[in-house]
């Protein structure tokens, strides 16, 4: 399930107009910015003991967004800010994923630096939380 939902998130990172690209695995260089990698991060599952109720697994994945310096920590900053919040605003929706009985949960979490070859990073980062629910004993 890991990487369905992964590929489900990479698609609509892509799709969001303040991210130039997503990727699968962090790159050295990017071709664009923000440039966003997102890979899985944990799980957790909670499973019943009765066949009526219903199985819940978590698959929780970060996306990583990136943005250089070379047009000051100002613009870093707002450019960050603006993707976080399109990419929170795209994730609260209900069916964003398309994935049967999944409830997604977009959280802010981390912004940072990082040194790439592409020089100084801004760094910010985002919790995707999916829950599934499946049918206990199918």
Known sequence: MFGIIREKIIGVVNNAEKIEEAYRTARSSFSGFPAAVVSPSSNEAAYNTTASESNKETYIFTVRLYYPFTDGQDNADIALEQAIDELI??????????????????VPSVWGYQTTTQGQMRVAELSIRVKVYVENGS
């Open 89 to 106: 605003d795209t994730f609260r929706q209900r069916e964003v994923l398309d994935i049967e009985n999944a409830w997604v949960e977009p």
